[in-house]
């Protein structure tokens, strides 16, 4: 098992450093926040001081961070992935972020002898922890025939989207559903509550019939227990719908529910809700 670097210890990725580590592989990490590695240092991760040393000691990087600054740094920060990686080198980010920025990435990567490819992920912290996350696929074919076998480990439904920065479009697509079906959990729900029925009761009946979802299903609970836990921060869906609206603009496409829900999540950020889940949108109705 060859060892793999990985960057970014958050809630998505310290499980799915977890599982690389029960497939195996030995890592070598880094996290700006010493304290999250350190559960994984008790079971054998090694822990880096940069990105730089992660990236020339590995022959695969995956990066899974938070936002599109925090992956332009570290790879292009003076310690950064691209300084110190050895020809041959394949860098994975998993992070969602720009479809340029995955473009820009790619382009360095050629220029050095390496590969990169772009490969968010869908599935929260539950898909994560349980590796049966969604992971859209952007990059050369040949990148991804090498990184098919460990994102196998980390995910169930891994698809090669085509070109650099398709994996990140296909992401804004998911993120687009997610947000719409977020909040229309919240809103059948608060309905349910305002008009004195059983929101118990009423969850039990919608969610297996046609307004099923995954939000339903997996957010719904926690919004009815008032657990508004990240699994996925609203900080964190704001930047992906900002991201998503500009990337609509582009191609020229108005997307009216897109907007809405934007606007609702950029509030519940507003009003103190950033470090909260995104099923935290359900105290925008019943507040």
Known sequence: ??????????????????????????????????????????????????????????????????????????YFGEMGIASASPHGALWIDMTTSSPTLARRIDEVAQTQGCMALDAPVSGGDIGAREARLSI????????????????RILGTNIVHQGQTGSGQLTKMANQIAVAASTMGAAEALAFAKKVGLDSNSVLQSIESGAAGSWSLSNLGPRMLAEDFDPGFYVKHIVKDLGIALDSAEEVGLSLPGLTTATTLFRQLCEDGGSELGTQAIYRLYCS
């Not at 450093?17 to 008790?42: D, Q, S």
């Open 136 to 151: 859209m696929v952007g990059g050369a074919g040949e990148g991804f025939a090498r990184a098919e076998p460990i994102l």
């Open 1 to 74: 098992m060859e060892r793999i670097g990985f960057i970014g210890l958050g809630v998505m990725g310290q499980s799915m450093a977890r599982n690389l580590i029960r497939a195996g592989h030995p890592l070598l990490v880094y996290t700006r926040t010493p304290a999250k590695a350190e559960a994984l240092l008790a079971e054998g991760v090694i822990a880096a001081d940069s990105p730089a040393m992660v990236a020339s000691q590995c022959a695969i990087t995956i990066t899974m961070l938070g936002y599109p600054a925090d992956v332009e740094q570290v």
